[in-house]
């Protein structure tokens, strides 16, 4: 009996998670393409408010900081990059735009943040790949 009781609240406790994890999956995708439809479509933003609030939220996601902090990341490494994805990465698919989504996901950041001084070309084939462009 006891036994069942352990593997129920195992079993709840797997299902809490995935909807939390899922949660936070939606509303992440939601944010960024409100930047993306601010910044792109509607003009609301501009490319430094743009990259403030990536920055912010780099720095505030618990996956993401920790990122952030073992590059030691600034402001002034996402304007670089993000200038950098800009020349060749400037178009939308779908949902997604690569200068604005490649700073939300713990893979693609982290290549950039060690990439960071490699060629803008290289840089950005790679978040191509990263995306299934």
Do not use: Q
């Not at 939390?20 to 479509?41: G, Q, V």
């Not at 993000?82 to 490649?102: A, D």
């Not at 290549?111 to 060629?119: A, M, Q, R």
């Amino acid at each position: 009996m006891a036994a069942h009781i352990i593997s129920y609240t195992a079993l709840i406790g797997l299902i809490v998670g995935f909807f939390l994890a899922m949660k936070r999956i939606l509303t992440r995708d939601n944010y960024i393409n409100s930047l993306i439809l601010a910044f792109l479509e509607r003009g609301e933003i501009s490319k430094d408010e743009l990259i403030d609030k990536m920055y912010e939220y780099g720095c505030k996601d618990f996956r993401l900081r920790r990122i952030i902090a073992r590059h030691e990341a600034t402001r002034a490494d996402y304007v670089m990059i993000f200038e950098k994805l800009m020349i060749w990465g400037n178009f939308k698919k779908r949902h997604r735009y690569v200068p604005v989504s490649s700073f939300f996901f713990v893979g693609s950041l982290d290549y950039l943040l060690e990439h960071k001084h490699e060629d803008a070309k290289k840089m950005t084939m790679k978040m191509f790949n990263y995306f299934h462009f």
